[in-house]
């Protein structure tokens, strides 16, 4: 007769298993040669919910004029901004930073796991997601960092993580966190951030709230952004106690010939020191860390059109990145999501 061996309780059902969290950013290249961007704009630009035209025409476009040629010209960019240390991209250093701030905070929970992964590029979803698994955790909470919801970058993230899901035997439970684009906490992070960076410098004449860009189709095919970043922009406003007529919301980062969300943020900037606009600043509060978006396409390029325009003071805001307002904020957004989980 044959005995079946009753396996140990700890490896089948741990008394009390440990919880995830998962920061989720964007993701960035491993390197700014052409083949490293090539890679990462390659798994990007395949996404069906960044690019949602006709497949067969897309890959044809893609894999021809696109990723013979835009490698090299986004290199270029991203050398501008790279730093010489280990993290190569400014988004991986403010995201690690960011994981290892929150990590500190709970360090004395041992129920709790703090990491972080890119949706593009590495650290993998997947990979981060089966390392929790393996480390015990039963119950994971999935925080994108995207403050506004948008199809191409909050529900990107989530298909990638319900993927992996589909392939588990054993599925820890899963919640994902709702967009935090009126959460108070993110609306003072944002204003704080703003009146730290604005001290003791000339008060700009305009402040401008520039959001990345999505096609104006999707818009009308249902995506909620748009509604998103004017709200944000709306508690902003009323947080820092501006007037209406001392800010605008613009729409940055666009690509391909359809029409975006407008106003666009390069022309507007134009059009405001073509009027005499002498000191501006600018915030893009849709993206938590700085990026190739901000740091090279706003605070150089963007710069140096309102100077050349007749401009004389650009002030870009940098991201919450990894400043207290930001911790404070993701500790708040991870408490809010831990309810009924912890105590």
Same mark, same amino acid.
Request: charged share 25%.
């Given at each position: ?6 396996? $140990? ?24 040669? /052409?083949?490293?961007?090539?890679? /990462? ?36 960019? +991203? ?18 930073? &960011? ?6 905070? /709970? ?15 590495? @650290? ?12 015990? !955790? ?47 906490? +993110? ?39 748009? !509604?998103? !970043? ?21 729409? &940055?980062?666009?690509?391909? @010939? ?5 106003? /666009? ?19 893009? @509060?849709?993206?938590? $860390?700085?990026?190739? =978006? ?9 710069? =140096? ?13 940098? !991201? ?5 307002? $930001? ?17």
């Amino acid at each position: 007769m044959a005995i079946i061996k009753k396996p $140990s309780d700890h490896a089948y059902f741990p008394s009390k298993g440990k919880i995830g969290i998962l920061l989720v950013n964007l993701g960035t290249p491993d390197g700014t040669d /052409y083949w490293s961007m090539r890679k /990462y704009l390659k798994q990007f630009l395949m996404d069906k919910r960044v690019v949602d035209i006709f497949r067969p025409l897309w890959w044809l476009i893609l894999n021809g004029p696109i990723l013979t040629f835009r490698p090299s010209k986004s290199g270029k960019a +991203y050398k501008k901004i790279w730093d010489k240390d280990n993290y190569g991209s400014p988004l991986r250093r403010h995201t690690i930073n &960011q994981t290892k701030k929150l990590q500190q905070l /709970y360090k004395n929970n041992e129920q709790i796991i703090i990491e972080h992964a890119m949706r593009y590029g590495k @650290p993998a979803i997947d990979n981060v997601l089966h390392k929790m698994k393996e480390d015990g !955790c039963t119950k994971i909470v999935l925080l994108p960092l995207y403050p506004q919801y948008a199809a191409s970058t909050s529900a990107t993230v989530k298909d990638e993580a319900f993927k992996w899901l589909l392939k588990q035997r054993w599925q820890p439970d899963i919640r994902t966190v709702a967009p935090w684009f009126d959460n108070n906490y +993110y609306i003072k992070a944002l204003a704080n951030t703003i009146k730290d960076n604005l001290k003791n410098k000339t008060k700009p004449d305009m402040l401008l709230i520039s959001f990345h860009g999505i096609p104006k189709r999707y818009f009308m095919a249902g995506d909620p952004y748009h !509604c998103h !970043c004017i709200k944000t922009a709306r508690l902003l406003r009323e947080e820092l106690k501006w007037p209406e007529d001392k800010i605008l919301v613009t729409f &940055q980062s666009r690509f391909g @010939p359809e029409p975006w969300l407008q106003p /666009y943020t390069d022309k507007t900037i134009v059009d405001l020191a073509k009027i005499g606009t002498k000191n501006i600043a600018l915030v893009a @509060p849709g993206f938590i $860390s700085d990026c190739l =978006e901000t740091l090279e396409e706003i605070n150089v390029e963007a710069k =140096e059109l309102f100077i050349e325009n007749g401009g004389k003071n650009f002030h870009y805001i940098p !991201c919450l990145n990894d400043n207290r307002h $930001s911790i404070n904020l993701l500790d708040k957004i991870i408490k809010q999501n831990l309810l009924g989980w912890t105590e």
